[in-house]
């Protein structure tokens, strides 16, 4: 990843478990257009080989849960997968993208690294199943409906094909209308699984469907909660970035701005060997 060629999936997968390691999932939340996702990769891979981060990229095909018909999904699966596979080859990192459809599953698996299950999808079987006997590296983000431990079941039926590269990620819990609250008390009752845990900081913040016709979000406090999730002993974190966040085609209100990434990440590498050496 930071080597500079493209790890084996057994490789990544050493890669984002390395003890004390904390590892990067960013990307703008859909592909834009050809040239978007190149920028945004080429940048975040500069930061991410500066400091020594294990990076995987991330953006999607298709937006199949967007709130409204009118709004942009993407350039579609054949079309998007085409994209990211010729981010992966220039940018030499690894890829994880979200499938909606089992029948998705086995093209998306011929160019991601890691298949992610989106949290409104976490609790159909089939897909889960799908996507884990690939082999390949499964991120799937708990419900916002969901307990944490009720997410245990969930990984069992990946596990059950007998892939263990299983991460679980926390993208908050529907609190009232609108709204999405982050309890810390979830990362360590997630840990339990005996899985990676990463945090999606940015989706964390969203107002769903709080803006009518898309969703809105509070991305200040993302500086906020992504070091306490950091010091909560999250394995990795999850981050929808953008150059231009007022101008993104999807959750810009709830995207982290490019040019401050490099600022936080510094921060919480400090924060992650505080509480690394708290623990030990």
Known sequence: MTEGSLLTTGALWRALTRRGRLFLIAGPCVIENPRHPHAVAGR?????????I???????????????????RGPGLERGLEILASVRARHRVPILTDVHEVEQ???????????????FLCRQTDLVVAAAATGKVVNIKKGQFMAPWDMKSIVEKATSTGNRRVMVTERGTSFGYNNLVVDMRAFPA???????????????????????????????????????????????????????????????????????????????????????????
């Open 105 to 119: 599953v086995e093209k998306a698996a011929a160019v991601a690294d890691v298949l992610q299950i989106p949290a």
């Open 190 to 280: 997630l840990r339990q699984i005996g899985h990676p845990v990463v945090f999606d900081v940015t989706h964390s913040v969203q107002r769903p469907g709080g803006l009518g016709d898309r969703s809105g979000g509070e991305a200040h406090l993302i500086d906020t909660l992504a070091p306490a999730g950091v010091a909560a002993g999250v394995d990795g974190l999850f981050m929808e970035v953008h150059d231009k966040p007022s101008r993104a085609l999807s959750d810009g209100p709830n995207a982290y701005r490019l040019s401050r990434l490099r600022a936080l990440l510094r921060r919480l590498l400090r924060v992650q060997r505080a509480a690394h050496l708290e623990r030990t």
């Open 54 to 72: 294990p990076y995987v990229f991330k953006a999607s095909y298709d937006k199949a849960n967007r709130s409204s018909l009118a709004t942009y």
């Open 44 to 52: 975040v891979k500069a930061i991410t080989d500066e400091l020594g």
